[in-house]
């Protein structure tokens, strides 16, 4: 597919005209099409901001006649993938018509519900609140959008008078007002006070354009950003130095990584002490340079302005008060710097929560910062999971660009607190929010699992993603890592699965994997010791090679590892698990099996150590017992398979079913069993239990450990 270029210089022309003459006659198709391609460019607007909409004509089911439809994008979701099943579909006349019930602003949330009664598409999804605002307003097309450029205006001290130079009054302007049935009247008002207009800008909020066609919507939108953009651009520098200047110097970003490595685990642990959080750096040249700033510490407590950006980064960022190139060693002294900080940001957020509440707003929630600035390092976000904490930051770098620009031209305003506080504690938000299913079991977890690319410790990794687990895969080798990774991102998306090289024989290799879990998601909360080699022989075959080699990658590993692991549990003090797959050969004496037997006693007798000597860090530490799990292992390369048959004095292909048939209830044991086994213990069921051992054999008598 050819895609056409335009002359445009801050936003993207992705309009292809063979695409959209394929589309041709079909409205809602274009409208899907036109949505795509806004949402593809994140300097248009951002990730679940935003709603575009159609008006086109239609049967009416009911009485078979032609009538006007209106397609908007429904409640939730994102223009940049939305599809049909994300459009609300609404009668016009009977949308428009609810100005004859409205009872004014101060009831405007009992419209919501109102809207029920105008659907055409009753599989459609539920309207926004932003309906009104598409349905008042006459055009066939409309984008409502939160680029950068124009709410930087927008939230500019001067914004409307600038709007009205810029554009010569052909962009109209609606002071800022909480989205709802009030607002859409607003600009039809505004409309019918200055027809001709190409679009509005909404005052601290975003901007409304709009075609007869979806490509002159589409062009009119970009042209209107594109004009914006410039404008800032040809500003920049005049006032002087953008936010002021630079105070201090960005660390090499090598340097810059391993603090963040190095605090992000301590600053989960801050941030978790209400819910598990799960984190996200990022130190984008935007970020360093509004960090790095003179006016950092006037800007950043004002907080955002645009109510998208708010519902995500919260009231205000919390600067933390080190320097970028101190020794973050000594965890006690770093904690006695931090926990003031942190017990005057939740003291903030209540003054503000008790100065604005109303007599019916929700509970206090989480008081928590979400956005953690580090300045000459980067920007920490922590949330619920991977895709809220990042997109936190995604949406912060928006409110950076804002604020850039609006110094730039003006000054930068914030939303005032009241009205922050009626977005944020909307009951209409609530709702939404006590819609959402309920956390997974392992949701704002973290799991790193040595051996994950392959086997058994794939299967656990699975399991553990299944249940809501951020997951660390790893293995020594890159191809199958390489392998591996692409199924996760395919199965689970981008935000679930991070990739490292580890060698669990190797210290600087495993401090590595725990720092790159560390900037993927904030630390580690469940470590598996699955990485194992398997080698059977007779004693006097038996090399001292092959001794090493089994005790350095299961004993030495397994050690290595859980060491590494417990340092950033400390570092997060939110407890924590440790499983370790040892084997049934741990506890029974079988034939051709010095070396690989008593390396597995010894790891399950270390399981044991650790658990009596962790436990007060209310991290647990277990072991599963597996036997002869065949499908999909590692384990059985390299001779092992034909060691034991040799053992048994069977052949290879006999061995599933010798396993099968001596164990109790002659059972296959599968990969998935065992991570149905870890599971069972760090699922929750079993939160009070350390020091265990779970067989997951199919009962084999002689591994019977009481």
């Known amino acids: 597919m050819s895609v056409a270029t335009k002359a445009f210089k801050h936003v993207s022309y992705l309009w292809d005209d063979q695409a959209a003459a394929a589309l041709e006659g079909d409205e809602v198709g274009l409208l899907i099409y036109r949505s795509n391609l806004l949402g593809a460019d994140l300097r248009l607007t951002n990730y679940g901001g935003g709603n575009t909409s159609c008006k086109a004509m239609a049967k009416d089911p009911l009485t078979g006649l032609s009538t006007e439809v209106m397609w908007v994008k429904g409640s939730g979701g994102d223009i940049g993938t939305l599809k049909k099943s994300g459009l609300a579909a609404l009668y016009v006349d009977r949308l428009r018509s609810l100005k004859n019930v409205y009872r004014g602003i101060e009831h405007e949330d009992e419209m919501v519900e109102l809207f029920n009664h105008s659907i055409y598409d009753l599989a459609s999804k539920a309207p926004s609140i932003d309906t009104p605002l598409h349905g008042f307003l006459p055009f066939k097309h409309i984008d409502h959008l939160h680029p950068d450029a124009a709410i930087a205006i927008a939230a500019a001290k001067d914004g409307k008078k600038i709007t009205q130079e810029l554009f010569n009054g ?3 302007w609606v002071e800022w007002q909480k989205p709802g049935f009030d607002l859409g009247l607003q600009l039809k008002a505004c409309l019918d006070s200055n027809p001709g207009i190409r679009g509005i800008m909404l005052g601290s909020h ?15 939108t970009l042209e209107v950003v594109e004009r914006c953009a410039e404008y800032l651009a040809d ?70 302005s645009c109510p998208d950006h708010f519902l995500r980064t919260k009231i205000s960022p919390l600067i933390l008060p080190l320097q970028a190139s101190e020794s973050l060693e000594d965890l006690k002294s770093l904690k006695e710097k931090l926990t003031p900080e942190f017990e005057a940001y939740r003291r903030m957020y209540a003054d503000y929560y008790n100065t604005c509440k109303h007599s019916n707003s929700p509970a206090i929630r989480d008081a928590n910062p979400v956005v953690l600035l580090y300045p000459g390092v980067g920007m920490f976000t922590f949330a619920k999971d991977k895709q809220t904490a990042r997109v936190a930051a995604e949406f912060y770098i928006n409110a950076i660009n804002v604020m850039k620009g609006a110094e730039a031209i003006s000054a930068y305003t914030s939303l005032p607190r009241q009205e922050a506080f009626n977005i944020e504690y909307w009951l209409l938000e609530e709702a939404k929010l006590q819609r959402m299913p309920k956390p997974k079991p392992l949701s704002g977890r973290i799991a790193l699992v040595t051996g994950s690319a392959g086997g058994i410790g794939k299967a656990i990794a699975k399991k553990f993603a299944d249940e809501g687990a951020c997951v660390v895969i790893n293995d020594i080798n890159q191809e199958r ?75 030495k590993g397994q050690f290595l590892v859980s060491q590494a692991g417990l340092a950033v549990m400390r570092k997060q003090n939110t407890g924590g698990d440790i499983i370790n797959i040892v084997s049934k050969n741990s506890v029974v004496a079988g034939p051709n099996n010095a070396g690989y037997g008593s390396a597995k006693a010894a790891q399950a007798h270390l399981t044991r150590l650790l658990a009596a000597e962790v436990g007060a860090d209310k991290i647990r530490v277990n072991t599963v017992n597996p036997d002869a799990v065949i499908a999909d292992s590692n384990i059985w390369a390299g001779g092992w398979a034909e060691g034991r048959a040799k053992a048994y004095g069977i052949s290879v292909e006999e061995l ?39 067989n997951v054999d199919g009962g084999v008598a002689m591994a019977f450990v009481r």
């Not at 900037?519 to 006097?540: C, E, R, T």
């Open 235 to 304: 500003n920049y520098g005049k006032k002087g130095p953008v936010f002021a200047g630079q105070k201090i110097e960005s660390l090499p970003r090598e340097q810059r990584l391993k603090q963040a490595a190095a605090l992000a685990p301590v600053l989960r642990g801050f941030c978790s002490s209400q819910t598990k959080m799960i984190g996200h750096f990022t130190d984008d040249d935007r970020v360093l340079e509004f960090i790095n700033s003179n006016d950092l510490d006037r800007l950043a407590p004002l907080g955002t």
């Open 656 to 694: 599933p079913a010798y396993y099968a048939k001596r164990t109790l209830l002659n059972e296959t044991i599968l990969p998935d069993d065992i991570a149905n086994a870890c599971f069972a213990f760090a699922g929750g069921l079993l939160n009070k239990s350390t020091g265990n051992i779970l």
């Open 170 to 172: 052909t962009i109209g």
């Open 206 to 220: 975003g901007l409304f354009t709009w075609g007869d066609t979806a490509y002159e919507s589409y062009i009119n």
């Open 481 to 555: 890592l390489e392998s591996a990774t692409n199924e996760f991102n395919k199965q689970y998306g981008r935000d679930t699965a991070a990739a490292v090289i580890l060698d669990v024989t190797n210290q600087e290799s495993i401090l590595s994997a725990m720092e790159q879990a560390a900037l993927a998601f904030g630390g580690v909360d469940l470590i598996v010791n699955n990485a194992g080699i398997s080698i059977s022989k007779p004693i006097d075959e038996h090399t001292i090679a092959d001794w090493d080699k089994l005790y350095d990658i299961l004993v």
